[in-house]
């Protein structure tokens, strides 16, 4: 077929048109609509199960995630109730207020005990924390190595909860004694009505 048929071609009048052309614009044709059906509908039917594929990832990923904890679930209550005891009975080593006093007492029996000589033992002030109040006491004693560790193991090994910090060992050139500077800290049980005060500050 010539390129002047093609020009001449009546489009009025396609039944007249010779059988290849029919054929080409047949094909055209349905190119054309498989096209503008892909756009119009296919592709956001693609789109949507690609959405749906990786929403099925991530729920196959929760689900798993759910299943090893649920395979967990007796192990963790075990650790749980395992945390209760252990916290209940840190609680239970904290004094309240009416026993802090006993407990001053105490640690200062315990230096005295190792054969050290208080330069300083100073109470500061309160200091409320979420569900207790720290304590803590400034130390200052003279003495020799061997009892100071004595005066800190027999403080750890008190009934009551008892940390130490900041511990300073210095030599007395004057007196000739060691000298060792530390913040105990002892911590008491907050009651209810210091708590609720302690939330309402914090409230505000």
Sequence with gaps: MKLSE???????????WPAPVKGLAIAFLCAAILGLGWYLDWSNQIAALDEAERKEAELLDSLRFKQ????????????????KTSFGDMLRRLPKKAEVAALLTDISQQGLGAGLEFELFKPGAEQPKDFYVELPIQIRVTGNYHQFGQFVSGVADLSRIVTQQDIKITNQQRKQ?????TTAKTYRYMDAEEEAAVQTQKAK
């Design 177 to 181: 004694v060691l000298v060792m500077e």
């Design 68 to 83: 090893q904890k649920a395979a967990n679930l007796e192990a963790l209550k075990e650790q749980l109730a395992e945390i």
């Design 6 to 16: 093609l020009q001449n071609l009546d489009v009025e009048n396609i039944g007249g």
